[in-house]
């Protein structure tokens, strides 16, 4: 049985940073493209980051471009995602999710995590 756990999600104030965690275990991790979406209150889910799974190519969002890093641990069977300079508009459950197909589309993941619930506080 494939689980997905996301942690490290909290209330912070702008311009601070979080890290966000994924375990993930019962699949092959390395052959996994691993992504993170976010879903706002009366907003769908939107793509924030992906990385596939042996190159490690990784995809961002224009909007976490240059301020939200992702990384994987191939070895640990972890996706991380790390949010810096966080804005009051990062405010979302995040979710980790997994993908045998492509990496930016929502519908292409097969595994999704319950979330973790990201507040930014301006």
């Known amino acids: 049985q494939v689980q997905l756990v996301e942690s490290g999600g909290g209330l912070v104030q702008a311009g601070d940073s979080l890290r966000l965690s994924c375990a993930a275990s019962g699949l092959t991790f390395s052959t996994y493209g691993m992504g993170w979406f976010r879903q706002a209150p009366g907003k769908e889910r939107e793509f924030v980051a992906a990385?596939?799974?042996?190159?490690?190519?990784?995809y961002y969002a224009d909007s976490v471009k240059g301020r939200f890093a992702i990384s994987r641990n191939n070895a640990e069977n972890t996706l991380y995602l790390q949010m810096n300079s966080l804005k009051p508009e990062d405010t979302a459950v995040y979710y980790c999710?997994?993908?045998?197909?492509?990496?930016?589309?929502?519908?292409?993941?097969?595994?999704w995590g319950r979330g973790t619930q990201v507040t930014v506080s301006s």
């Open positions: 999710a997994a993908t045998k197909r492509g990496v930016s589309r929502a519908a292409d993941y097969d595994y």
């Open positions: 990385i596939t799974g042996l190159n490690r190519s990784q």
